[in-house]
């Protein structure tokens, strides 16, 4: 069964820092790895999707790598804002049939102080 | 990328009621839709996955005459919580695969609050 870990579970840093999030995962063979943004009390927004033969994707300052073999990926922040205040969940997908569901990470709740 | 809506956003209900909450995908067609629920500082659990035409397939633990779930439509799925009562309250996130794109990647509606008192 695939369990999906974050830490740390919460994260306070200045503002204009660069961060690091961590997410884990036991079972490498997955199909794709998805890191979201959740907002108190809203939905996920999909940040950045990873397909498994890729080792990194870019949006903004956002970067996420990818080591399947290791079981991890990193979300790399640059220059953080007040803004980017939010839990960030990363969640994967084992093959690509349609019914096929995403495990999703315990989480981290990330504040930027101003 | 896709849109996902949901309707209500919130609601409050009286303990042995019903509340149904829909989930719609705005601008693609989404064979298989996704039911979450969310607990305070949690993460989602999975409800059900259900595919249009078809009956859901619900989670173990999850109870299928509690939580009805009806995908009619390939734009419309709705989750039916029956006789509801306090522990029932929480977040509800429904979610719908957008098969139109090479990951079949899936997005999220903005989540309903429900509160049964």
């Known amino acids: 069964k695939q369990e999906v870990t974050q830490i740390p579970a919460a994260l306070s840093v200045p503002e204009g820092e660069n961060l690091v999030l961590n997410c884990s995962f036991t079972?490498?063979?997955?199909?794709?790895l998805q890191w979201f943004r959740q907002d108190p009390g809203k939905g996920l927004t999909s940040l950045l999707l990873?397909?498994?033969?890729?080792r990194e994707q870019t949006s903004g300052r956002l970067n996420a790598s990818l080591d399947k073999s290791s079981g991890r990926s990193t979300l790399y922040i640059a220059a953080s804002q007040p803004g980017d205040s939010a839990t960030y969940l990363c969640?994967?997908?084992?093959?690509?049939?349609?019914?096929?569901?995403?495990?999703f990470g315990t989480g981290t709740r990330l504040t930027i102080i101003p | 990328g896709a849109v996902v809506s949901q309707h209500p956003s919130w609601v409050i209900c009286k303990s042995g009621t019903s509340v149904k909450i829909e989930c719609r995908s705005l601008?693609?067609?989404?064979?298989?839709m996704f039911w979450y629920r969310q607990f305070p500082k949690q993460s989602l659990m999975l409800m059900a996955t259900?595919?249009?035409?078809?009956?859901?397939?619900?989670e173990q633990g999850v109870e299928k005459d509690k939580f009805l779930i009806n995908h009619a439509s390939l734009t419309l799925s709705t989750l039916t919580v029956t006789s509801a009562h306090p522990e029932d309250s929480s977040f509800y996130i429904c979610?719908?695969?957008?098969?139109?794109?090479?990951?079949?990647?899936?997005?999220f509606g903005p989540g309903t609050r429900l509160t049964v008192l």
């Open positions: 601008d693609f067609q989404a064979t298989t």
């Open positions: 990873i397909q498994s033969s890729q």
């Open positions: 079972d490498s063979a997955i199909y794709n």
């Open positions: 969640a994967v997908r084992k093959a690509n049939f349609g019914n096929e569901k995403l495990t």
């Open positions: 979610s719908a695969r957008d098969r139109r794109g090479p990951y079949n990647e899936q997005f």
């Open positions: 259900s595919n249009e035409g078809s009956k859901a397939t619900y």
